[in-house]
């Protein structure tokens, strides 16, 4: 998606901004900025930027149910009503312990 074709200096980016912005919104292609010849930014259209992050989020979720698909295998699962009943005991310790400490 990002291609070195698609590369301006932040100057030519300062005199036809709007210009680029419609190219951006109008090819879906990334273009980077440059700063004395060096990349510094990268630009996106909205749409553009919006797919990358909902892959993004999709990949993680997908790593998360393996992560956890691997734990059940292992026998590290526990069920939900046993963890959020430990949980729960845990919580009204600490507010115990956290009135105590008040008075």
């Known amino acids: 998606m990002i291609s070195t074709q698609h590369t ?6 300062r005199k036809k901004a709007a210009e680029t ?6 090819t879906g292609k990334a273009e980077i900025l ?3 010849g060096e990349a510094r930014a990268i630009l996106l259209s909205p749409a553009v930027y919006d797919e990358l992050t909902q892959e993004a989020e999709l990949t993680r ?4 149910i393996r992560r956890s698909m691997k734990e059940i295998e292992e026998g590290k699962a526990q ?6 009943d430990g949980l729960h005991a845990k ?13």
């Open 8 to 13: 301006q200096s932040l100057s030519d980016f």
């Open 21 to 26: 912005l419609n190219r951006l919104n109008e």
């Open 34 to 36: 440059t700063v004395n």
């Open 61 to 64: 979720d997908v790593a998360a």
């Open 79 to 84: 069920e939900a009503g046993v963890f959020f």
């Open 91 to 103: 919580l009204l310790s600490m507010q115990a312990a956290q009135r105590k400490s008040d008075k």
